[in-house]
């Protein structure tokens, strides 16, 4: 089990930022490879960023690169979201993921899931 908690949503302007972080439990955190996925209402649940179990790989879809940061602190047993340059479609429930596969990029193949964080960006 690898009970996740995020924090940091909020409501923010576009053109913000928001830093979300992604806290776990237990010693297992650096065993899984850790994501950020989001759903707006009336869509599906969507990638956003991955990084890999050490944290020198990093992934991200098309729509956030370059606006979003991922990192993690296996030390903390905490992932973070760095969100600059916000937009207004940017806004969601953001979930963390943990997936004890290579990638944490499917939402199918995930293991554990937080309860989400409502990130609203006005415009």
């Known amino acids: 089990q690898v009970p996740l908690v995020e924090s940091g949503g909020g409501l923010v302007q576009a053109g913000g930022s928001l830093r979300l972080s992604c806290a776990a439990s237990?010693?297992?955190?650096?065993?899984?490879?850790m994501g950020w996925f989001r759903q707006a209402p009336g869509k599906d649940r969507e990638f956003v960023a991955a990084?890999?179990?050490?944290?020198?790989?990093?992934y991200y879809a098309d729509s956030v690169k370059g606006r979003f940061t991922i990192s993690r602190d296996n030390a903390k047993n905490t992932m973070y979201l760095q969100m600059d340059s916000l937009k207004p479609e940017d806004a969601a429930v953001y979930y963390c993921?943990?997936?004890?596969?290579?990638?944490?990029?499917?939402?199918?193949?995930?293991?554990?899931w937080g309860q989400g964080t409502q990130v609203t960006v006005s415009s």
């Open positions: 237990g010693r297992t955190f650096r065993t899984y490879a």
């Open positions: 993921a943990a997936d004890s596969g290579s990638r944490c990029v499917d939402p199918s193949r995930v293991d554990y």
């Open positions: 990084i890999s179990r050490g944290g020198g790989s990093t």
